[in-house]
């Protein structure tokens, strides 16, 4: 059984071009919580990231390319295993570091699995999706090479500035808007991810 803290240090795949996540970086020009993170976090999702930072003003780190769905998912299908940023936010009050810092691996089926611990918030998207600590996890199918191997996505949002208390639900929904625009731009209809914020499960 892996942690999301323990599959970062298992990827071989390098991080495509970007800021790595807890850095200090000067605040660029703010834009809406729609249209952060290339406008993959849409709608009711929106709105929870503004109930996370207490605010409508987000930015990325200036001096670098903002987040790109497309030229990062031309990133994944041209790697083998595959780990990258694909997105971190910023606000006027997480300036310094990085507010959310939004990653996903890439692994095939018979990699070592990551399962929800003990006090996990469980949810209905993806293959499996729940919340722990300062971080929530989505895992969905997505077979786009042409290797003939299915392959999983594993999507992680983490919240590394963060000294108030978390919402998982807001914290779910926000990852799993941006995992289902970049499971649209690869072309995996079978995802399974839901098209609004998933619903909470039993505990298991």
């Given at each position: ?74 990133e994944m299908t041209e790697s083998g295993a595959f780990s990258g940023v694909f997105c971190s936010i910023y606000t006027p009050t997480y300036w310094s570091d990085s507010f959310i810092d939004i990653r996903f691996y890439w692994f095939g089926r018979e990699a070592a699995d990551i399962q929800p611990q003990v006090g996990s918030v ?83």
């Amino acid at each position: 059984m892996l942690s999301l803290t323990t599959l970062a240090a298992c990827t071989s795949g390098d991080d495509p071009a970007g800021p790595e996540p807890s850095a200090t970086y000067s605040f660029a020009e703010t834009v809406a919580a729609d249209e952060i993170c290339d406008g993959s976090i849409a709608g009711e999702a929106a709105r929870d990231l503004e109930g996370l930072a207490g605010g409508t003003e987000f930015s990325e780190a200036e001096g670098f390319p903002p987040a790109d769905l497309g030229a990062y998912a031309a990133e994944m299908t041209e790697s083998g295993a595959f780990s990258g940023v694909f997105c971190s936010i910023y606000t006027p009050t997480y300036w310094s570091d990085s507010f959310i810092d939004i990653r996903f691996y890439w692994f095939g089926r018979e990699a070592a699995d990551i399962q929800p611990q003990v006090g996990s918030v469980l949810y209905g998207s993806g293959e499996s999706a729940f919340v722990e600590d300062d971080a929530a996890y989505i895992k969905f199918a997505c077979s786009v090479r042409d290797t003939g191997e299915e392959t999983d996505l594993y999507a992680t949002l983490t919240m590394p500035s963060t000294e108030t208390a978390t919402d998982p639900d807001a914290m779910m929904a926000v990852l799993n808007s941006v995992s289902s625009a970049l499971a649209g731009e690869l072309g995996c209809p079978d995802a399974g991810l839901t098209a609004t914020p998933p619903e909470r499960l039993p505990d298991a």
